[in-house]
């Protein structure tokens, strides 16, 4: 009975560190693509036990080493290439689409990326992002709003000053495929964080364009539906989502339209910031689950 008992304890204490080992070790895939226009350029990955935040994963960024794609080599590579600058299709455009997209990093467009090529490893990936622009990048990437309270230091190195009273600029726009739907402004004296200007977007009255005029405006509607990007400028974005729009009043400027308020409070969290607005959250641990 006594060797029975001893052997049944062994056993169970194995168990007990198998299970701890396995979940010690749990590797979370990271993975990376350099995007060009959506089409993908570079693509690489990392990994870790998720313990890694948002901004200690970017860190390790410039670490990674990366495959070309058929689309990279056609356009770029030639066999004595050591350094190759990457740009994207149109310099002038408000936002470029030339898109660093890391999973628990974060997300960057640029209109210049510069890669260096190193010592292939053992996939044959061979080339690396500037360490010194990803620095750069830093604080302009974006991070989704639900993400910034997980960070070990959301205020990052930055030191948030009180607002000097002097009034700012505030404009939302509404798109889809890159046509513009609707827009509008909501400026005020720079004293509220993203949070609080987000919060308010269903009192403001947008203003419809020709192309939503010309698809909705002749109509009756009281509530429209569509994918759209929704850009807040201050407050975030959301990419490619689902919003309901409800007709109001027309006010003396011909502003008659209006984001759903359910749909304003439920892409809260899921909404991308730069870590630049991260840093001046009042409650970065605030969720639409949690007020």
């Not at 350029?41 to 495959?67: I, Y």
């Not at 292939?120 to 309270?149: C, G, H, M, S």
């Not at 949070?195 to 192309?211: F, H, M, T, Y």
């Amino acid at each position: 009975m006594r060797l029975r008992f001893a052997g049944t304890t062994i056993f169970v204490a194995m168990l007990v560190v198998l299970a701890s080992s396995v979940s010690a070790f749990a590797a979370r895939y990271v993975p990376i693509a350099i995007r060009l226009n959506g089409v993908v350029l570079l693509k690489g990955n990392d990994s870790d036990s998720g313990h890694r935040d948002f901004d200690q994963v970017w860190n390790d960024l410039h670490k990674v080493q990366f495959a070309v794609t058929d689309e990279f080599t056609k356009k770029y590579v030639k066999q004595d290439t050591k350094e190759v600058v990457l740009e994207c299709t149109d310099k002038d455009a408000d936002e470029p689409d030339l898109v660093i997209d890391e999973s628990y990093g974060g997300e960057a467009r640029v209109r210049t990326l510069k890669i260096h090529r190193v010592k292939p490893d053992r996939f044959n990936q061979e080339w690396t992002l500037d360490k010194d622009q990803l620095t750069q990048l830093f604080y302009t990437r974006e991070i989704p709003r639900n993400r910034v309270a997980e960070l070990a230091k959301p205020r990052g190195d930055r030191v948030v000053k009180p607002s000097d009273g002097q009034k700012r600029h505030i404009a939302i726009t509404v798109a889809a495929n890159d046509v513009m739907l609707l827009e509008g402004s909501n400026d005020d004296d720079g004293r509220r964080d993203a949070d609080a200007i987000w919060d308010d977007l269903p009192n403001v009255r947008l203003k419809a364009s020709e192309a939503f005029l010309k698809e909705y405006g002749k109509t009756d509607f009281q509530l429209v539906t569509f994918k759209c990007t929704v850009n807040v400028t201050h407050a975030g974005k959301c990419r490619d989502v689902e919003f309901r729009l409800k007709r109001v009043m027309t006010d003396e400027q011909g502003r008659e339209w209006v984001l759903s308020a359910d749909d304003v409070k439920d892409k809260f969290d899921s909404r991308d910031i730069s870590r630049e607005l991260a840093t001046q959250l009042k409650n970065p641990q605030r969720s639409r689950f949690r007020r």
